[in-house]
């Protein structure tokens, strides 16, 4: 039995709590054996994303090429891209090297507000990327800027919303509530193109630890699926997985230089 491995595409977070970092924690905790391209280089801290810088498309195809030409990889988390040039080059290699069970986590604004993907790119994300990965993860800000809409995340309106995704030609989406205004608890909705509707619920954890939670939970979808778990078995234990980190994150407790700062920290 070889090791189960999964290739994150992302951007590099010096904090360690989300992007490439966060992904191979999350990969390797699971079982998994991570591989990594970096598709950006950022300035961030505990208070957010202070500058971000894209690689060259020839540096991105250069390591993805290098890796994939010498190691079989299971599957795909892609999230951070940056820019439409470097949506082509990850879209060409899927179809290059002909890769699977590929979850997108269409990260497009960072959680302190800085833009981590060209307003420009969001269409050839829809157009090149779409159709090629196996899965979405949307939070409720993507989902409306990817729809044109002003949902909050109900219940009613998954079904709008999946169909709204379907016609873009995605095979399945995960739509994540931690946006949503249900307050007592968390509710995720993985929708699949036959119109199947599963839910997965958790109670909402008062905790500051929630930098890279997006990262971390579709990542551990991915290792799921390398593993050969089915993409609802997949989805239940990163859920799990997000879940009891989220109950624990008290454990890691860093030492800052200001400690009035408002911050949102690692998970581990």
Known sequence: MSTPTVLSIAGFDPYSGAGIVADCKTIHALGGYALSSSTAVTAQNSCGVSAVQTVSADMLKLQLETLLDDVKVDAVKIGMLGNGELISVVAECIEKYSLKNIVLDTVLVSSS????????????????????????????????????????????????????????????????????????????????????????????????????????????????????????????????????????????????????????????
């Open 113 to 268: 507000g800085k833009p981590l993907l060209e307003k420009s790119a969001v269409r050839r994300m829809e157009t090149e990327l779409f159709p090629k990965v196996d899965l979405i993860t949307p939070n409720v800000p993507e989902i409306n800027t990817f729809l044109k809409t002003a949902y909050c995340g109900a219940a009613q309106e998954v079904q709008k919303i999946a169909i709204g995704f379907f016609e873009k030609d995605v095979k399945a989406v995960l739509l994540k509530g931690g946006h949503s205004t249900a307050h007592a608890s968390a509710t995720d909705y993985l929708v699949t193109k036959d119109m199947n509707i599963e839910q997965y619920s958790s109670k909402r954890v008062a905790t500051t630890h929630t930098h890279g939670t997006g990262c971390i939970l579709s990542s551990a979808v991915a290792t799921g699926l390398s593993k050969g778990l089915s993409l609802h078995e997949s989805v239940a234990e990163a859920k799990a997985f997000l879940y009891d980190k989220l109950q624990h994150s008290g454990i890691l407790r860093l030492k800052y230089v200001n400690e009035m700062h408002h911050r949102k920290e690692p998970l581990f």
